[in-house]
């Protein structure tokens, strides 16, 4: 339906087009006059009536036209009682901040009991958008023409077609030229021409897949043939970059599997603590991040890079809380550790509930983090999980340094193969346990972090997660960062390689049947380790 | 990693028809042989070509260094350890390499640890009933009964170990010493034909050692004996045979005074003996 | 936060408590002595000055606690402002509020202890199917009444409850009609949370997919996730894959609440766009919203039977109210709300028609029973313990609320057996004189199914 | 156990008859389950004594938690096994039991189908699959009842424990058993009504499940049960056998050098313990109504644990004091304090575990102590490092 109504705007756009290009424009003064009539003429109940003063406002050559649009579109082109039309700048809350629809100042606020929106209906919803793309193809901005652009692809028809060939000559855009040639050797294919076929070979668009897909049955044997060999090379192609689609998602899941278990890995492999409240702990992360973006509001990327920080802090004081109110009396019963700690988890999830929320919060995604990195039209890779997987590198990378470089490390592998002998050295075990166990609960933190950018921020957060990081951890070997690593990548990707022929549940029972074999097979995981946690 | 293979898988099975235990056969030579053992931790030697031989009803002392393969040598008689390549035999019936521990410990070989190691929470008494020789498959253990003369049995042996007056405490409270006789009092529950003993006397008073010196050649000639000792005295006071172990083979056998007297010995071990001995 | 149902509810089980402190070791009987005491003091409280109990069974902690909450607010609300009204039959509410906790068994002891022990006169509450399920054979048992504000999957009408959440019929039907005739979808992706409500409002779509407008097989792509699934990259890549056959695609989405997030965030990421493939929920509204970073959502569809950018004053004032109440400027309103509010309503109404609080009386009152619903029409009570209900399709816009794109021009009435299951198709419920049945079957007249006996029998005999 | 093995030359079944412990355990269960009765039968509603009907069934629930619980203690208290997956062997249980309950509904669904249950009928199944076939068999589903449960714990010990997995791993593959067993329930395919579980039972034996007779009944009988499970835990625990498990959990491999098979001696009792979850399970869910994959959840494993720990590890009647302590002080929080209850039951567990590190049996126990100061009184409680 829309390219019956992009092929119609269009020519009527380049008939105004031509048009205006002669005539003077007039003074701004009647200009308005003419606009407000425009817009006043929307402000009907018949759609079609509203479509005609759509088209209307095309024709006219104001160059606000387009913006006019978008208001409506967004329907936040709004009537007053008086009937007078303005443009509503926010319509959350009761009352809400208006401008002049011609002008554009602020015209204060306004009670959302005395606007009502310009209603459109589907149709003219369409319309608008063709109405804009087609307007957008001769805008000066280069970001709105690439958009338009891509939207053409199997949108063309011959009306279209001749226009197209001008604007890809008038074009200096190389992707807009890419885009739209395309645009055109698809429509070449669908009206069998060879030399589109071969235009396409090797795209990997979908649009440009299935217009070759349709010709290969098409009457003409050559196109046919050409168009098959064509096809044979872009399935080709397409099963490699599925692959490499799979791997990433894989190892995306992995890296998000290696952050929620590599703090345990040490508060429960190295101190040998069953920290129950380690997802809670996460879950203070993630709240911290939500904190930082309410305390910054418009600016989420910063918020974020503050919340790694903050997060850390947040959760490895909780853990310090934890370690000297709760943990330190347990020493060497590590199966009261579990209870306890099992009992803080529960009281984290109500504080929470009842301190701040039992809804979820929403934790904006800055703009440097969402959509994805378009490798090829087949392949794009998301940008926010690509983050957290170098980010989950990172985390590591530090708290290997850490622990094999450092002295707290040193210390603290003292203190696990031998506590009284450590001792007797000269080494505070006690205050290393609390630094093991700050640092533990502070990897939480920033695996909460990380997680907010992909999941639900809220009292369950933690639930959801726990399980999984103690079975990645005993299945690396508890006490053995590079096995959480290993364990948890390679979990990943099994998970996303089961699931497309085996579905989500079915995959995830895989994996659990997986591990229990395996440790049956390997009773000490991974890479197994010597040492007090080991012995379990 | 299928699940079919691991359960075809060879070692640690439940061998559910494993030998019932069929009377050792020492009419031809010894109760143990011990032929090319050899056993390397990940590079590291513990046992070299070890070639030894105890006959029935012998009382055999082994000293050796720190390292030398005392321990190890135990392990692998008892099953705990798999060496990489030789035999062990225990008379000329059993091969003791493809037994579990169990198993070798029901056909008759009794261990006492270097570390004294009895079950803590259970009484003295509890611990001596374990260890007795009987039926040990589940339900004859679920159903067993207290009888007049397993009674007996184990107040003789409360007797000998001299701990009657504690039978009822746990082995937790016991002193090290103690312990130690506890243990060995185990071992005569089990009424083995081959007793490993690591390190009988460490912790002990001058009359305890005495009174396990004469426990230990009271065995002898009923049951074989291992001893494996540090204390010089203690060895000097029972040994009849002394095997020198140094790194992980064989450094020389013989009566205590051929062994001392052999240069080799004296150079490796007799030479620090004063720190040895302390 | 502490209002008075509280203290009442509190006052009755601290006395037991402070009771038998003593005993306390031998919990069994020290228990046995509680809950006596606790029930004299319960008695002790009806002698007195004898309010009428309302029930709230909401899980306030747990999974769920995070959509249910909010409606034990609700109901709660609608309590207060009854009372400042001057009460029902010169009598006040008072609310008994108690946490099943998100654990099914829990809801069936909790909904036990109300009618038992608290002898409240009406409930309201549950949201999950299972913990329906759970509740349903105790509230029959002792013959409560239960108001359900949620959304189902319908096959199912009993006698002590009234559903006034939408049923298939009214809502994924007109929603997948409307996805057709205005948007001209021709291919369909069903994606859910694996679970009895998706499987059964897909089911019924695959039907009437096929059946009105003879979508192919090979159109049709239902999958099923875990609850609270968290990696969505393969299904979202699935699904634009699925979108690229040069066919117009919409998903319809019944993905379970905490699943949403993480599923929207993936389908923003991997740039999904509305205008290409247009998502429609069934279970994604404002509440589940606030969650989310609406910015790259803005186009996706939900369907409901009330949104709070609803325009109408009556909807204004609900909002004005629920502001108030919860003293959250951000505080938004949503579908079960609105339930709970017609639910509660219809109940009061009920009860001054019927001039007592009994429940029988009450279930017959109700029916025919009609009350303003929030967008601006009315709400009726049918035999079939449903009600009627307008179908609304509202597109997400980057400030967290729904605009309005279409809206059925009538109200729909809900069916509790679907005609596109071949087991319920000649099912119907009524519960008024003569018929009073819950499945009652036009086929052979009676009560009790018994339509897939013959299948039943074909069945056997092979 | 404060008589000595020497005199324990009876019969090993009736042995635990001679325990003081056995005897005020079973004088406390007859107690109350005859006051509960009596204060349910013979005293009129409007007494403030009388026990409702709800309470009753309240208490049969907490019941059969008593019995998951023992079941629980045997592996871990004297077996040093810490299972985080016992919730499986209890829901199995519940499972068979719901089964049979639902067969016996008959055609009295809302779909009035005479054989497939309603969820069948409503997911378009034409028969009945084959796990489903003679679950119409009393005598088969209560057989089941047990022998599920005691297979899942044969075939997964039998790995485990060949193979020597011990400690933390095998508590987390326990947790990974339970935790697989959830989803797979979870999904519909499976045939076990999915999410929604199986529920809306008549009848049970043919006495009709919603009302107040055969609540009593149910109650009685899981007291019973309980009854029987205690004894035959204690008679294991004071046999031979028991003493061989208890040095198995503290000194494993001394006890496979006194010629021990020590995993078979593992596995006996692990199914033994599994069975008996199995039949909390199937007396549990006539009770509560409903059997759903959520039984299996291991946060629902961890809390058995947790009110083992807090009744007392390694006493069974510790056990039981903390399963009806826990679930008590569930359902009165949550009545009490709605909002807040979470908090009490988190404070409980953290106070417990760091002031009463034995449980409240370990409270009784040194009072009793205090009491009579005998040194002949031992220690019963494990070390650390079987955990």
């Known amino acids: 339906m829309r390219r019956f109504l992009s092929l119609g705007l269009l020519c009527l756009l380049l008939l105004s087009i031509t048009v205006t290009s002669q005539a003077q424009t007039s003074s701004t003064a009647n200009a308005d006059a003419a606009a407000l009539e425009l817009l006043e003429a929307l402000n009907v109940k018949s759609y079609s009536a509203k479509g005609d003063a759509i088209t209307a406002i095309l024709q006219s050559d104001d160059e606000r036209a387009r913006d006019w649009l978008q208001a409506l579109l967004d329907g936040r082109l709004q009537s007053t009682d008086d009937g007078r039309i303005v443009l509503v700048l926010d319509n959350s809350g ?142 080709q192609n397409l099963k490699i970059n599925r692959g490499l689609e799979t791997l990433y998602f894989g190892l995306s899941l992995g890296s998000v599997l290696v952050l929620a278990a590599i703090g345990l890995a040490i508060t429960f492999g190295v101190m040998g603590v069953i ?218 990707i099994i998970n996303q390689v089961l699931e497309p022929w085996a579905g989500a549940v079915l995959a995830k029972i895989i994996v659990l049947v997986f591990i229990i074999l395996f440790i049956q097979k390997r009773p000490r995981g991974l890479f197994p380790q010597k040492g007090r946690a080991a012995e379990g | 990693m299928s699940l079919l293979q691991s359960l075809t898988q060879r070692d640690r099975v439940f061998d559910f028809m494993a030998p019932q235990d069929s009377p050792v056969d020492v009419r031809h030579g010894p109760i143990l042989y011990m032929e090319d053992v050899t056993v390397s931790f990940d590079g590291f030697k513990a046992i070299n070509n070890l070639n030894l031989t105890i006959d029935d009803g012998e009382l055999r002392c082994i000293i050796g260094p720190n390292g030398a393969g005392k321990t190890t040598m135990m392990d692998i008689i008892t099953g705990k350890t798999r060496p990489n390549s030789g035999s062990v035999w225990f008379g000329s019936r059993h091969n003791l390499l493809n037994m579990n521990e169990p198993d070798i410990a029901s ?45 007996d049995r184990i107040d003789e042996v409360l007797e000998t170990i001299g701990l009657t007056a504690l039978r009822h405490q746990p082995a937790g409270i016991l002193s090290h010493g103690q312990k130690q006789w506890l243990e060995i009092g185990m071992l005569l529950m089990q009424r083995p034909r081959l007793l490993l003993v690591d390190e009988p006397v460490a912790g002990m008073t001058e009359q305890e050692m005495e009174r396990t010196a004469e426990l230990l050649t009271g065995l002898a000639g009923k049951q074989s004996v291992v001893v494996v000792e540090h204390d010089m005295g203690f060895v000097r006071s029972i040994a009849r045979q002394v095997t020198v172990l140094h790194q992980g083979s064989v450094l020389a056998e013989g009566t205590m005074d051929q062994v001392s007297s052999d240069p080799k010995v004296i150079e490796v071990y007799l030479g620090a003996d004063d720190d040895e001995a302390a | 936060m502490i209002t008075l149902p509280y203290n009442t509810s509190a006052r009755s089980t601290h006395l037991s408590a402070t009771r038998s402190p003593g005993r306390f070791a031998l919990a069994l009987l020290a228990a046995a002595v509680m809950g006596a005491s606790a029930q004299a003091i319960a008695q002790d409280a009806d002698q007195s000055e004898d309010p009428i109990k309302v029930g709230i069974l909401h899980s306030l902690s747990g999974t769920m606690a995070i959509s249910e909450t909010v409606l034990k607010d609700t109901v709660e609300m609608l309590i207060e402002q009854q009372n400042e009204a001057g009460g029902l039959l010169g009598r ?50 002792l013959n409560g009444l239960l108001f359900y504000p949620v959304q189902y999957e319908g096959e199912e009408s009993s006698e002590n409850v009234f559903y006034t959440g939408a049923a298939p019929n009214q809502q994924a039907i007109p929603a997948v009609e409307y996805l057709i005739n205005e948007v001209g979808i021709e291919r369909f992706a069903l994606i859910g949370t694996d679970y009895v409500y998706p499987r059964t409002t897909n089911r019924i779509l695959e039907a009437f997919l096929k059946d009105e407008y003879g979508i192919a097989d090979e159109d049709i792509m239902v999958n099923y996730t875990p609850f609270g699934h968290s990696d969505w990259q393969n299904i979202v890549s699935e699904l634009s894959r699925f979108g690229e056959e040069g066919k117009r695609t919409a998903v319809i989405s019944t993905i379970n609440g905490d699943a949403n997030v993480p599923f929207y965030t993936e389908l923003a990421n991997q740039g999904i766009d509305a205008a290409d493939i247009p998502v429609i929920a069934f279970s994604v509204g404002e509440q589940e919203l606030t969650g989310i970073d609406t910015g790259p959502l803005v186009g996706h569809l939900a369907a409901w039977n009330y949104f709070m950018s609803v325009d109408n004053d009556d909807n204004y004032d609900f909002i004005d109210a629920w502001i108030d109440y919860t003293g959250d400027e951000e505080a938004v309103t949503n579908d ?112 009790g199914g018994s339509t897939a006996v013959e299948e039943a029998e074909a069945a056997l005999a092979e | 156990m404060s008589l000595t093995t020497e005199s324990s030359t009876n019969f090993w079944l009736t042995r635990p008859f001679s325990e003081r412990s056995t005897q005020i355990f079973l004088g406390v269960l007859v107690a109350a389950l005859a006051l509960v009765t009596l204060l349910h039968v013979a005293i009129p509603p409007e007494n403030p004594l009388h026990i409702g009907a709800y309470t009753v069934n309240l208490f049969g629930k907490y019941l059969s938690y008593a019995l998951l619980a023992v079941a629980v203690d045997l592996v871990w208290g004297y077996l040093g096994i810490l299972s985080l997956g016992h919730g499986a062997f209890f829901a ?61 714990a044969l075939v997964f010990g039998f790995l485990a424990f060949r193979s020597r997995v011990t400690g933390v791993y095998l508590s987390i593959i326990t947790q990974a058993l339970t935790f697989a067993l959830m989803l797979a329930f979870f999904r519909n395919e499976m045939g076990f009504g999915g999410n929604n579980g199986l529920t809306d039972f008549r009848e049970l034996l043919g006495y009709n499940l919603r009302n107040n007779d055969t609540r009593l009944g149910l109650f009685i009988a899981t007291g019973v049960a309980l009854a029987l499970g205690y004894i035959l835990c204690r008679a294991i625990v004071t046999s031979k056998l028991g003493r061989v498990s208890i040095a198995t959990r503290d000194a494993e491999a001394r006890t496979r050098f006194l ?71 569930k359902t009165f929080f949550t009545g009490v304090m709605p909002d807040a209850w979470l908090f009490a039951l988190g404070a409980m567990f953290v106070l417990v575990t760091v002031f009463l590190p034995k449980g409240v049996a370990g409270l009784f126990r040194h009072i009793k102590r205090r009491k009579r100061d005998d040194n002949s009184a031992k220690p019963t409680a494990p070390k650390e490092a079987s955990a």
């Open chain 1, 94 to 235: 009761r009352e809400w901040p208006v401008a002049d629809v011609l002008t554009g100042e602020a015209l204060g606020q306004m009670s959302r009991r005395d606007l009502d929106r310009i209603g459109i209906n589907n149709a003219l919803r369409n319309q608008l958008r063709s109405a804009i793309a087609v307007v957008d193809l001769y805008s000066p901005n280069i970001e709105r023409r690439r958009h338009s652009a891509e939207r053409l692809l199997g949108e063309v028809d011959e009306t279209l077609a001749e226009p197209l060939s001008e604007l890809i000559a008038g074009e200096q855009d190389s992707q807009v030229v890419r885009r739209l040639s395309q645009a055109l050797a698809i429509y070449q294919v669908e009206s069998g021409e060879l030399a589109g076929v071969e235009a396409l070979r090797g795209s990997l668009h979908p649009r440009a897949r299935v217009a070759l897909s349709r010709a290969v049955n098409g009457d003409d044997p050559i196109v046919a043939d050409a168009a098959a060999s064509a096809l044979g090379s872009i399935e």
């Open chain 1, 275 to 492: 920290n129950m409240a380690h997802g809670e702990l996460m879950m203070l992360g993630a709240y911290t991040t939500w904190g930082m973006q309410q305390l910054l509001p418009g600016q989420p990327g910063l918020a974020l890079i503050l919340a790694i920080p903050a997060g850390f802090m947040v959760a490895a004081l909780a853990g310090i809380a934890i370690e000297r109110g709760v943990i330190q009396f347990l020493k060497g019963r590590p199966l009261e550790t579990l209870l306890a700690t099992f009992g803080i988890s529960l009281i984290l999830q109500q504080l929470v509930r009842t301190v701040i929320s039992p809804l979820n919060r929403t934790v904006i995604t800055p703009e440097w983090m969402s959509g994805s990195l378009v490798i090829n039209d087949a392949l794009s890779l998301t940008l926010n999980r690509m983050v957290v997987l170098g980010f989950a590198l990172v985390v590591f990378a530090a708290l290997m340094l850490i622990m094999r470089r450092t002295r707290l490390g040193l210390d603290v592998r003292a203190v696990t193969q031998n506590r009284a002998m450590a001792r007797s050295m000269g080494i505070r075990a006690t205050r290393v346990d609390i630094m093991t166990f700050a640092l533990g609960s502070g990897v939480a933190g920033l695996a909460g972090v990380a997680l907010s950018q992909l999941t639900n921020v809220g009292p369950n957060l933690g639930q959801n997660y726990i399980i999984d990081s103690f079975m990645v951890v005993v299945f690396g070997g508890v006490g053995n960062l590079w096995g959480t690593l290993v364990a948890g990548l390679s979990l990943g």
């Open chain 2, 107 to 151: 056909l008759g070989i009794g261990r006492k640890f270097q570390k004294p190691t009895v079950f803590e929470v259970l009484s003295v008494f509890e611990n001596l009933e374990l260890a007795m020789s009987a039926d040990k498959r589940i339900f004859p253990t679920l159903t067993a009964r207290m009888t007049g003369e397993i009674k």
């Open chain 3, 92 to 141: 006040q509410l008072e609310a008994v509020v108690v946490d099943p906790a998100s654990n099914w068994p829990l809801f069936a002891e909790r909904a036990r202890e109300l009618l038992a022990q608290e002898e409240v006169d009406v409930i309201f509450g549950n949201w999950t199917s299972v913990s329906r399920k759970a509740v349903l054979p105790v509230v029959e048992e």
């Open chain 3, 336 to 447: 079960p709300m609105e339930a709970h509010y017609i639910g509660f309503n219809m109940w009061a109404e009920a009860v001054r028609k019927a001039g007592t609080t009994d429940v029988d009386s009450v279930k017959d009152a109700i029916i025919g029973v009609t009350v303003p619903n929030l967008s601006g029409g009315y709400a009726a009570m049918m035999p079939n313990h449903h009600i009627t209900k307008p179908v609304l399709i509202g597109e997400i816009q980057d400030n967290g609320q729904f605009d309005i794109v279409w809206q059925t021009p009538s109200t729909v009435t809900g069916d509790a057996w679907s005609d596109y299951l071949p087991g319920s198709r000649d099912l119907i419920a009524d519960w008024r004189k003569p018929i009073e049945c819950g499945n009652f079957n036009v086929v052979n007249g009676s009560c």
């Open chain 4, 92 to 152: 199995i249980g519940g499972y068979a039991m719901g089964m049979y309950l639902m067969r016996q509904i008959g055609d009295r669904g809302t779909y009035g189908h005479p054989v497939l249950p309603d969820f069948m009928v409503f997911l378009n199944w034409d028969s009945l699959p084959w796990f489903w076939q003679g679950f119409d068999m009393a005598w088969f589903a209560f057989a089941m009842v047990l022998l599920a449960p005691g297979l899942l």
């Open chain 4, 259 to 329: 010629g021990y098979r020590v995993e078979r001696f593992q596995l006996f009792v692990f199914v033994v313990s599994a069975m008996l979850a199995g039949l909390a399970g199937a007396l549990y869910v006539p009770q509560v109504g409903i059997i759903n994959p959520s039984e299996f959840s291991p946060i629902f494993s961890i809390e058995i644990v947790l009110w083992v720990a807090l009744g007392g590890r390694a006493t069974l009647y510790g056990a039981v004091i903390g399963a009806i302590l826990v679930n008590y002080a």
